[in-house]
């Protein structure tokens, strides 16, 4: 196979085999031996057949980082499969972070903790959602879960045994 001038370069192929050596690096790091199979197998199988380390380094870079992505391809949909719940938990995790952190000021701090216990102890029902037949408006992180519960007319209704207001 005739190789551009380019690619039989000394330099080019030491600044490449830096740049596999941290994607060795990066496959160990994370655990991820199908790309460092990959990269091993498209590697030699291309040094096999053109007899050059460089082309060899890139057709393995590009069959496991391109055509198979390693396994760092992903949705991102996950959160929008979280209910209510679920996201109120997470709320809480991360104010305590915050408040917990060092370079957080003692007003942050007191917020922080402020927002972490309302989103533990926050439960999506009629009271804490609806005020006089339509959502409250100071909800906040808490719109996701009181919207979980269904159409505000539905939800802030009064109940038929109840006398409105």
């Known amino acids: 196979m005739k190789v551009p001038a380019l ?23 994370v655990k991820a031996w199908e790309c460092l199979a990959l990269f091993s197998l498209a ?5 096999c057949y053109c007899k050059n380390v460089s082309v060899a380094i890139l057709a393995g870079l590009f069959v496991a980082n391109f055509v198979f992505g390693c396994g760092r391809v992903k949705e991102g949909f ?3 499969m979280k209910g209510p719940i679920e996201k109120m938990a997470d709320i809480a995790i991360e104010a305590n972070e915050v408040a ?26 009629r009271d804490n959602c609806c005020d006089d037949g339509a959502w409250k408006t100071d909800l906040g992180d808490n719109a996701a879960a009181c919207a979980a519960l269904g159409e505000p007319a539905t939800v802030c209704a009064a109940p038929a045994n109840e006398d409105p207001k």
């Open 78 to 80: 996950e959160d929008a």
């Open 7 to 29: 690619l039989k370069n000394k330099y080019v192929c030491y600044a490449l085999m830096a740049l596999a050596a941290l994607n060795v690096i990066g496959y160990v790091t």
């Open 100 to 125: 917990d952190d060092e370079t957080t000021t003692p007003e942050g701090e007191e917020r922080a903790r402020d927002v972490a216990n309302a989103a533990a102890d926050f439960v999506a029902n």
């Open 43 to 47: 590697g030699y199988s291309a040094h």
